[in-house]
Structures are given as structure tokens and as C-alpha cells.
């Protein structure tokens, strides 16, 4: 089977690029597969230029081709990818054709595993643009925020867990697969509550905030909920460590230390930050991505 062009998973993927170019090639195809398919699906979740009602439609179309239905809802698709200010994102809806097509071609319990995984992704998107669609709004308690961290990237450490098991049997871990896809559930969800926390100021100017606060505009009160948050991404970052520790293989522990580290070094950024310094953007260096990486080789 052809696995997805690999300039397009850099264009679209940043960091994560390199976990995927690090996979074991039966577990690599399917994985960014199934990325390039969500993050097409959140690119048409998170056009904020395109009203709530057509971004929904649009994702429809989406999740009724992903079960084996019509691809005619493409052909709305040649305005959407027009107004995409990036390239990588452009270029992935230009190319969508191509991913469905790989979809098609993979074994049938591999295709039913990204199917189930990309499903759960786009449901969790759908519901944020109804949350959020024009008039933004606030997460109104914990639940619903472990909620969508589960739908759009817990499901996710799921996810790699079966697709690992299916695709390399005992070679994957020797570990349990489902106290093991508990462990990669909440890897998943932490690595979401690190890009939420990340990106709170900026949410925030689109009228959209995902930590369950009582005023949003007040900044004492969101920069509290946000530290209470960090301590418990922190503790999600360590079941990555846990996780990574259990693969069968370098590869394996390489792919999964590495985002584990990244989101515990911008943990770090985001605690010595003010709110001046969380808006002008925390992102950790070049030069950090090398060290994590070297980190994870040799862990």
C-alpha cells in the first residue's frame, strides 16, 4: 500500500512530523493517515472566515465519505481551500482525494480502526464549532473540558494502541492492550490541555475559552484555572513517559517520548509566562526539539 506523501505530513504535522518519520513502517501508514484525514476535518472545523452552518455542512460531508458514503460534497470544497492562509492546510484539501483513496487501500481492520479514531475526532470538532460557531462561549465545567480533550485527542493514545497491536502484534508491547490504551488515553488528553493552555490568549481574542471559568475576561481568575490545569497536564505527560517506557522497540518509545517531552518543556515556558508573554506566543526552540529528541533516542 502507498503511504501518504511525506512533504505533505511535514507541511501540515510541525513537530509531530517527527514521530511519524520514526514509526515502524506497518504502524507508520495508517498513523498518518489518520492524522492527515483529522487534520483535514479540523481545518474545515476551524475556518473562523466560514460561517458556523457551512463549516458544519462541509464537515458532514466529511464524516459520510469516512463511513463509505458519497465523495459529491467535495466539489464545495475548491472556494473553502481558497480562503486557507496556510499552504500546508490548502494543499491538503486541495489533495483530499488522494487520502481517501489510501483509506480505501488499507487492509480492512486497520481501515475500521481509522475510520472509529477519525470519527471520534470529528465529532469532537463538530460539537466545537456548535459550541463555538459565531458568538464563542466558555466550557462550562471539567467534565466537558476531559470530554473534548477525549474526543479530539485522548481517543488518539486509544488508537495507537490498537493500530499498534493490529499492525505489529507482541513486537508493539508486551504490555496489556487495554490498561495500556488507559495510559495512552491520558497521554492524548494531556498533550491536548497543553496546546489549549498554550494557546488560551489567542482563544480567548476569538471569543472562545475551553477552561471552565466564570469570567473569562477576568485574567486573575483564568490564569489561576489555567495553573490548576498545568499541574494536571504535567501529570499527563508523565503517563507519555509511562507509555513510551512500554513500547516494544527505539522507534516506538522514540515517537512517543518525544511528545511527552516537548509538551513538558512548554509546560515549563507556560509556567515562568505572564499574560504579555503568553500573547506575544510560547513555543519552544529549535534548538529544544534537537534536545528532546536526543533525549528520547537514548531514554
Known amino acids: 500500500m502507498a503511504s501518504p506523501d511525506a512533504?505533505?505530513?511535514?507541511?501540515?504535522?510541525?513537530?509531530?512530523?517527527?514521530?511519524?518519520r520514526v514509526?515502524?513502517?506497518?504502524?507508520?501508514?495508517s498513523v498518518s493517515l489518520a492524522y492527515l484525514l483529522a487534520r483535514a476535518s479540523d481545518t474545515l472545523a476551524d475556518t473562523a472566515e466560514v460561517p458556523a452552518v457551512e463549516r458544519l455542512e462541509l464537515l458532514d460531508g466529511f464524516i459520510a465519505e469516512?463511513?463509505?458514503g458519497s465523495a459529491a460534497w467535495r466539489e464545495d470544497l475548491s472556494g473553502f481551500s481558497s480562503r486557507q492562509r496556510h499552504d500546508g492546510e490548502k494543499r491538503l484539501l486541495e489533495r483530499l482525494h488522494e487520502a481517501f483513496g489510501l483509506l480505501a487501500e488499507l487492509p480492512a481492520a486497520e481501515r475500521s480502526l481509522v475510520r472509529e479514531v477519525v470519527a471520534t475526532i470529528t465529532g469532537g470538532q463538530r460539537l466545537d464549532v456548535q459550541r463555538f460557531g459565531e458568538g464563542g462561549g466558555v466550557l462550562p465545567d471539567d467534565e466537558a473540558l476531559l470530554d473534548?480533550?477525549?474526543?479530539?485527542?485522548?481517543?488518539?493514545?486509544?488508537?495507537w494502541t490498537r493500530i499498534g497491536f493490529e499492525t505489529l502484534g507482541e513486537r508493539f508491547s508486551s504490555e496489556p492492550a487495554d490498561p495500556l490504551a488507559a495510559v495512552g488515553d491520558r497521554f492524548g488528553k494531556g498533550l491536548q490541555l497543553?496546546?489549549?493552555l498554550r494557546d488560551l490568549p489567542g482563544?480567548?481574542?476569538?471569543?472562545r475559552c475551553y477552561l471552565p471559568v466564570r469570567d473569562p475576561r477576568d485574567r486573575d481568575e483564568v490564569m489561576a484555572v489555567a495553573a490548576r490545569w498545568r499541574a494536571t497536564a504535567r501529570e499527563w505527560m508523565a503517563e507519555g513517559e509511562r507509555y513510551a517506557a512500554a513500547m516494544g522497540g527505539r522507534?516506538?518509545?522514540?515517537?512517543?517520548?518525544?511528545?511527552?517531552?516537548?509538551?513538558?518543556?512548554t509546560l515549563d515556558l507556560l509556567d515562568g509566562a505572564d499574560w504579555e508573554r503568553m500573547e506575544r506566543g510560547v513555543k519552544v526552540s529549535r534548538s529544544t526539539v534537537r534536545r528532546c529528541l536526543w533525549q528520547a533516542w537514548w531514554m
Open 203 to 207: 482563544d480567548l481574542k476569538e471569543g
Open 148 to 159: 473534548y480533550c477525549h474526543r479530539v485527542a485522548g481517543c488518539v493514545g486509544v488508537f
Open 251 to 265: 522507534r516506538l518509545k522514540v515517537a512517543v517520548a518525544l511528545p511527552a517531552r516537548l509538551g513538558r518543556e
Open 66 to 68: 469516512m463511513e463509505g
Open 194 to 196: 497543553v496546546n489549549i
Open 23 to 29: 514509526l515502524p513502517g506497518p504502524m507508520r501508514s
Open 7 to 20: 512533504t505533505l505530513l511535514r507541511d501540515v504535522s510541525r513537530s509531530f512530523y517527527l514521530s511519524l
